[in-house]
Nanobody
Framework: QVQLVESGGGLVQPGGSLRLSCVAS??????MGWHRQAPGKQRELVAT???????KYAESVKGRFTISRDNAKNTVTLQMDNLKPEDTAVYYC???????????WGKGTLVTVSS
């Protein structure tokens, strides 16, 4: 049974930093990453990282966010620096199970960037 436990959301001022973590259990995951959904908008990809450390970022977060994973601990971390009000959203951990390719989602953690 796949379980995802997210942590690290909160309120931060513009220009500040937050770190999100997601611990996954129950399988091996070919891809781990983060998506976000702002109020009134569709869910969008933020960053993903494969088991071989191939990384993809949304253009809007390149240079500000850093994704990493620890394969031994099945953990994916998103370091978010220089946060902007437009980064405000619910952030969801997403993993893809190996080898079947099923998608799993965390419950989400709220990130609010406001002065």
């Amino acid at each position: 049974q796949v379980q995802l436990v997210e942590s690290g959301g909160g309120l931060v001022q513009p220009g500040g930093s937050l770190r999100l973590s997601c611990v996954a259990s129950g399988s091996i995951f070919s891809i781990m990453g983060w998506h976000r959904q702002a109020p009134g908008k569709q869910r969008e990809l933020v960053a993903t990282i494969t088991i071989t450390s191939i990384i993809k970022y949304a253009e809007s977060v390149k240079g500000r966010f850093t994704i990493s994973r620890d394969n031994a601990k099945n953990t994916v971390t998103l370091q978010m620096d220089n946060l902007k009000p437009e980064d405000t959203a619910v952030y969801y951990c997403n993993v893809v199970r190996y080898p079947a390719g099923e998608n799993y989602w965390g419950k989400g953690t709220l990130v609010t960037v406001s002065s």
